[in-house]
């Protein structure tokens, strides 16, 4: 069963057929540049079957991101990510348009690390993060990573691995 997480404003819970439509137009946009995107309808719906898959596979994934009281609206997806061709677990994110410039990537950011270190006793968190995506690079600074290298991924490219502060320094 995948958990649902709450804060004061967002809703992380788990992904449904009903967020189809707002992954598929994330996923068909330019904006899915960093993400492997632009994709078609049919890449989008193998997207959504992996989402929910790796919680079964891996006993975590990715939360689909909602403002509280409005469940349904898809904003986002955060949530710890570990595809065989990653080097280690990560803390993902992606925020569809309507969910960008309110902090909510943060928030849920937040909320998923506190998961990874709290519930799956996770001792280090990264992200990856394509070093022309700046906004992805003005959160993991936000959220306090710090730049520790790179790896090639066969589909990505060049990533940058940002690591987040450990247990000790977020949970103090």
Not at 16 to 31: N, P
Not at 113 to 136: G, H, K, P
């Amino acid at each position: 069963m995948i958990p649902t997480l709450l804060s004061e404003r967002l809703t992380l819970r788990a992904p449904s057929l009903g967020d189809f439509e707002a992954i598929a137009a994330f996923r068909a946009s330019d904006r899915a540049a960093f993400v492997g995107g632009p994709s078609t309808e049919a890449q989008s719906w193998q997207y959504l079957a992996a989402m929910i898959g790796h919680w079964h596979l891996r006993g975590y994934g990715r939360w689909i991101v909602a403002e509280t009281g409005n469940e349904d609206v898809a904003l986002g997806i955060v949530g710890p990510l570990c595809p065989v061709d990653w080097p280690e677990p990560e803390i993902a994110w992606t925020m569809f348009e309507a969910g960008e410039g309110e902090g909510y990537a943060y928030e849920a950011t937040l909320l998923a690390r506190d998961f990874a270190y709290q519930t799956l006793d996770w001792t280090t968190a990264a992200s990856f993060v394509n070093a022309a995506n700046s906004r992805s690079i003005a959160l993991a600074e936000k959220l306090g990573c710090h730049r520790e290298g790179s790896f090639e991924h066969g589909v990505f490219g060049t990533m940058d691995i940002w690591r987040h502060p450990s247990p000790e320094e977020v949970l103090a």
